[in-house]
T-cell receptor
Framework: ETGVTQTPRHLVMGMTNKKSLKCEQH?????MYWYKQSAKKPLELMFV???????ENNSVPSRFSPECPNSSHLFLHLHTLQPEDSALYLC?????????????FGAGSRLTVL | GQNIDQPTEMTATEGAIVQINCTYQ??????LFWYQQHAGEAPTFLSY??LDGLEEKGRFSSFLSRSKGYSYLLLKELQMKDSASYLC??????????WGAGTKLIIKP
């Protein structure tokens, strides 16, 4: 148990489906992140929320839509995805400030787009 | 551009020592992180170096040379459970993490 829980762990969806990934942390952290991890590639930062405000959006396609209703929960809404979006999606959390990059990750949601 | 280089895969023997190297080129530098990721699991924080030198934490040590843009992770007395991917990440001047693609470490009996 890492303290950051992601559901579902595995998801298969068609290109016309709409689904959501969920992330939850009860570590008292106030920053949350979505990363994309593809095989043999560096982690790609997608979105950052600090105190529930989005502070980073690294040119992510609009078919990915994040939502952060409170400091403990983070969602990634998915719609009309492409096969190249198949990857492991990792959620992470941290404290703001000097320890912002000491991240606690979830185990990820493995997404397959058919 | 910003870049992190680390070997794709390494193999070592149980009980031995292995050194995983990482070189970085970033716009500014505010420290170097190492994370461990077992297959199918979450990456976990191992170490953070911001000053030159070696920092030891049990069987794992991390070294940084800022002038050379170079770091390594040293694992001693290797155990089978050390089989994992090791991710190197440098923090740039905007305190953003620039990640390497990871080094898959295979431990053989």
């Amino acid at each position: 148990e890492t303290g950051v829980t992601q559901t579902p762990r595995h998801l298969v969806m068609g290109m016309t489906n709409k689904k959501s990934l969920k992330c939850e942390q009860h570590l008292g952290h106030n920053a949350m992140y979505w990363y994309k991890q593809s095989a043999k590639k560096p982690l790609e930062l997608m979105f950052v929320y600090s105190l529930e405000e989005r502070v980073e959006n690294n040119s992510v396609p609009s078919r990915f839509s994040p939502e952060c209703p409170n400091s403990s929960h983070l969602f990634l809404h998915l719609h009309t995805l492409q096969p190249e979006d198949s990857a492991l999606y990792l959620c992470a959390s941290s404290l703001r400030g000097p320890e912002a990059n000491v991240l606690t990750f979830g185990a990820g949601s493995r997404l397959t787009v058919l | 551009g910003q870049n992190i280089d680390q070997p794709t895969e390494m193999t070592a023997t149980e009980g031995a020592i292995v050194q995983i190297n990482c070189t970085y080129q970033t716009s500014g530098f505010n420290g170097l992180f190492w994370y461990q990721q077992h297959a199918g699991e979450a990456p976990t924080f191992l170490s953070y170096n911001v000053l030159d030198g070696l920092e030891e934490k049990g069987r794992f040590s991390s070294f940084l040379s800022r002038s050379k843009g170079y770091s390594y992770l040293l694992l001693k007395e290797l155990q089978m459970k050390d089989s994992a991917s090791y991710l190197c990440a440098a923090m740039d001047s905007n305190y953003q993490l620039i990640w390497g693609a990871g080094t898959k470490l295979i431990i053989k009996p």
